[in-house]
């Protein structure tokens, strides 16, 4: 059987991706907490993770977000996740292909969640 083949994307594009299990207006946890590093770690790795990677390191479907933290803050992120396309279109950085949206499978309190875990994952 023959392997599909599919680009590997880079940049911010791949950060973006990452947002893509999250779409929260509301306050979520501080960077660093036990709700940020636990629930937001779990939640990352249901959602994000078979794009993005355990730790972010990317895959053949999902940018590396690891060093892209400079380009994002927890807003942004979820701006993103929340319509991935119509943000896309904002940014050219982000290229014709933004990730696939996932907000609608999560709280907004889970994606402020996976945004804070992504973030540390950015650094």
């Not at 390191?57 to 991935?84: K, S, V």
Request: aromatic content about 4%; some cysteine; overall charge neutral.
């Amino acid at each position: 059987m023959r392997a599909l083949s599919v680009p590997r994307l880079s940049g911010l594009f791949g950060l973006f991706a990452l947002a893509v299990g999250s779409l929260a207006c509301g306050e979520g946890p501080s960077r660093g907490s036990a709700a940020s590093t636990g629930s937001g770690a779990a939640l990352f790795a249901t959602h994000c993770s078979p794009c993005h990677g355990k730790a972010g390191e990317g895959t053949l479907l999902g940018n590396d977000l690891r060093g892209t933290a400079q380009h994002w803050d927890a807003a942004r992120l979820l701006e993103y996740i929340d319509d991935p396309k119509a943000f896309a279109e904002k940014d050219p950085r982000l290229g014709a292909r933004p990730m696939t949206a996932v907000a609608r499978d999560v709280t907004p309190q889970e994606r402020a969640q996976i945004v804070e875990h992504a973030l540390t994952l950015m650094e």
